[in-house]
């Protein structure tokens, strides 16, 4: 009985964490740890595990997963599993349309597929101090095609310039 009541408490524990800090709870990564490893303080710490109100930004992430022993990559992918991205349909029928689309997305296009609102995406576009949250960097490493690791380090750490490339699209053939 005792057991069975430890593992009531811990899944009452771990509903009121976010996703972070369930994550990192799972994988016996500490607030204390974290706090010594990052340099951010207890309280701040703490919201990131407990509050789900609280925002992640994408360096503060960074510094936190590399702080751990774990996989960059598939830590992104469990802790932002519930993340979509969406495929908008290009618009733009004609052949030079088609020929574009894939090199210049429209902003509207970036909305829509990173659910990013068009005045916080302007804003990351055009202003050099707005700070991506970590979910958003995530979904545009997907929407990219790259791993997120890459756009991270790209980033935050020394990584070099990712290279993205254009998927080829079969176009139209009008009749």
């Known amino acids: 009985m005792k057991a069975f009541n430890q593992i009531i408490n811990l899944n009452h524990k771990m509903a009121n964490l976010t996703a972070l800090g369930s994550f990192l709870t799972i994988n016996n990564i500490s ?33 936190i997963i590399k702080c751990t022993h774990l996989n960059f990559d598939v830590s992104c992918d469990k802790i932002f599993q ?40 302007n804003k990351l576009l055009t ?24 756009l991270f380090e790209y980033f935050y750490g020394d990584g070099e310039r990712p290279i993205i490339l254009v998927p080829f699209v079969k176009e139209n053939k009008e009749k």
């Open 127 to 150: 202003n050099t101090y707005k700070r991506p949250y970590a979910e958003e960097l995530y979904i545009i490493a997907k929407l990219l095609e790259i791993s997120p690791s890459q």
């Open 31 to 63: 607030q204390k740890s974290v706090a010594d490893s990052t340099k951010f303080s207890t309280t701040k710490v703490n919201k990131l595990f407990n509050d789900k109100n609280t925002l992640l930004y994408a360096d503060e992430f960074y510094k």
């Open 82 to 121: 519930s993340s979509q991205i969406k495929s908008p349909d290009n618009k733009w029928e004609s052949k030079l349309g088609q020929l574009l689309f894939n090199v210049f997305k429209p902003q509207s296009y970036l909305e829509n597929a990173t659910g990013i609102k068009n005045v916080r995406l």
